[in-house]
């Protein structure tokens, strides 16, 4: 049997006029800022006056360790939205906007996949609306305000050794990691060690992506610790004065992009920051406006829920005021057998006690998962290589564990091969048994907030961090930062920070190489093992890939 690929699929759609997707949630017209027919904007005063609704239910779409066999998990966010609406339920989709790094990168398209994909989907993995691009010239403006600034006589008397604020680009570009800016003589100003970070790490992301509304966001862009004096004093982006002018950049960035699944449903696209570096979640804004106008809301966490979902608990959850009312674990056979020590070239072949064997990752994020007081459901992302008896294992573990797996094939049937799987969350949802926390207080010391995560999350037995960070984290703790949470930078790929070890590894230590303060987004990063906050291109980049075709379309995305 032949199937279509998923650029084959985006290009049939039948999209419907973006008001025509508008009025399903109540948005008049006029509160919407089209680009194009297929997209827009919500506009401000439209969010504003939506505040004393009544939300709906949240779900969360969380995934065990992504592996090269792949796991799906935006593919079931918008196949769920989609299940939700074909069983009568008012439902909408949030989910992060793609950045150009890993579509160039090795990732390619992040919209979804076969008939449960988001569209345009050319649109969105490109240059969509532009956030990406404002987000990247208001960070950047503030870099050259603070070079502007030291130029003109340094008022402020910045110590040049210690500027922390770094450059970003939305590129994957490792040659720009550690560079030496201001070389040529005196027009050119002060040299000093430098460095770039890809766009998803900026903190003004992370802000953008937890502010309320713009005069939140002033507010949080004010408070980035740009670089301190001789005497360690803290300057502060409004120190530079730069706050006001980084709001403008950002004003239509800050609005919510509304588009359509494959059936039309109507899905928020909005923020991009990385769930391995960053706090991996789309923007608040977009979340609690959408809970005020649908019942149900799905809504995603970037990799897995060691990263996405703990930080949507501690960081978002906490930060917005929100809670979720069911988490949805999305798992594959062949993830299974990958975990279970089964080479990609083999996955095609049966293979049950591997699967078995595998499944032990799964268990984990089930068991952290419900640690937050959440009720989840896994959903198996079938594969047509999967057999009966490889499913019917997974199923029996995880009932094994205190939960159900359900079969879903939304990637071929759409929301007809998902109805399962929505029936069991409104289910979920509806039983009112999710009783959230966080994973810790907001008073826990920050050295112990990262051991939490560590000791809990990831199972490894210590920490090891020097004393020159540990010390910066009790600085940060007496200057009034300690009531902030953590955001561990760490690989995706294994619970540990040696990306090599799949399955559900003990006995292990993680190594904090480096802590930042991100004072505007309201969290401390904790960079682990060889994480870099700018990735680099692969061997053979997706990019060699991606060019247009004889009639003009755009082939390579997927």
């Known amino acids: 049997m032949a199937f279509k690929t998923d650029i084959e699929i985006a290009r049939e759609a039948d999209k419907k006029p973006i008001q025509d997707i508008g009025a399903r949630l109540d948005i008049p017209s006029g509160d919407l800022l089209p680009f194009g027919h297929d997209k827009a904007k919500l506009s401000a005063s439209f969010i504003a006056a939506q505040k004393d609704k009544p939300d ?37 989709i949030c989910i992060r906007e793609a950045s150009l790094g890993p579509c160039f990168g090795m990732k390619g398209g992040a919209a979804g996949g076969g008939y449960a994909q988001v569209v345009p989907m050319e649109d969105m993995n490109l240059h969509f609306t532009g956030d990406f691009h404002a987000i990247t010239s208001a960070h950047n403006l503030l870099s050259a305000m603070i070079d502007n600034h030291i130029y003109w006589g340094n008022a402020l008397e910045i110590d040049q050794r210690r500027v922390v604020w770094r450059r970003v680009m939305d590129m994957n570009d490792r040659a720009l990691r550690d560079i030496v800016t201001s070389l040529g003589g005196v027009a050119n100003g002060f040299p000093r060690q430098a460095g770039f970070d890809i766009t998803v790490a900026s903190e003004v992301m992370a802000i953008l992506c937890l502010a309320t509304d713009l005069e939140d966001l002033q507010r949080r862009l004010g408070d980035i610790v740009v670089a301190y004096t001789r005497e360690r004093k803290a300057i502060l982006c409004r120190d530079i004065k730069a706050d006001g002018a980084m709001t403008v ?27 391995n570096i960053a706090h991996g979640c789309n923007s608040v804004v977009a979340t609690t406006t959408a809970l005020k106008l649908a ?6 966490a970037g990799f897995g829920a060691d990263l996405g979902a703990e930080k949507f608990m501690n960081i978002k959850c906490r930060k917005a005021g929100i809670a979720p009312d069911a988490v949805v674990l999305v798992a594959t056979v062949r993830a299974m057998k990958m975990n279970g020590g089964v080479a990609k070239a083999d996955l095609g072949a049966e293979n049950v006690d591997a699967v078995n064997q595998g499944c032990a990752n799964l268990g984990r994020h089930i068991e952290n998962v419900k640690s937050f007081g959440v009720p989840v459901v896994v959903a198996i992302n079938h594969f047509v290589s999967d057999t ?5 294992a997974v199923k029996d573990y995880v009932a094994s564990q205190g939960s159900e797996a359900i079969l879903c094939k939304h990637w071929a049937k759409g929301s007809a091969g998902i109805t399962d799987l929505a029936e069991k969350v409104v289910e979920l949802a509806e039983s009112g048994v999710s009783n959230f926390a966080p994973l810790y207080p907001d008073d826990m010391p920050l050295f112990e907030k990262i051991e939490t995560i560590a000791k809990r999350i990831y199972r490894a037995d210590e920490v090891i961090a020097d004393t020159k960070i540990r010390e910066q984290l009790k600085t940060w703790e007496a200057e009034g930062f300690g009531n902030l949470p ?7 790929y294994s619970f540990t920070t040696d990306p090599s070890r799949r399955g559900a590894p003990t006995g292990h230590s993680v190594p904090v190489r480096e802590v930042r303060l991100s004072a505007g987004a309201g969290f401390i990063v904790a960079i682990c093992g060889e994480i870099m906050t700018m990735p680099g291109l692969p061997r053979v980049p ?7 075709n004889d009639v003009g379309q755009i082939e390579g995305l997927f």
Do not use: R
């Not at 009966?388 to 019917?392: C, F, N």
């Not at 953590?486 to 995706?492: I, R, Y």
């Not at 997706?542 to 247009?548: H, K, P, Q, R, V």
């Open 388 to 392: 009966d008896a490889e499913v019917q």
């Open 486 to 492: 953590v955001c561990m930078a760490k690989t995706q």
């Open 56 to 92: 709906g239910k949240l779900i969360l779409v969380t995934a065990i360790n992504p592996t090269p066999a792949g796991e799906g998990k935006t593919t079931t966010t918008v196949g769920l939205g989609d299940g939700l609406n074909a069983i009568g339920k008012k439902a909408a």
């Open 295 to 300: 019942d149900y809301v799905v809504t995603e």
């Open 542 to 548: 997706s990019a060699e890939s991606i060019m247009l």
């Open 249 to 275: 950049l950002l004003q239509q960035a800050m609005q919510p992009n509304l588009v359509q699944t494959l059936e039309n449903n109507p899905a928020f696209v909005h923020g991009g920051p990385f769930a």
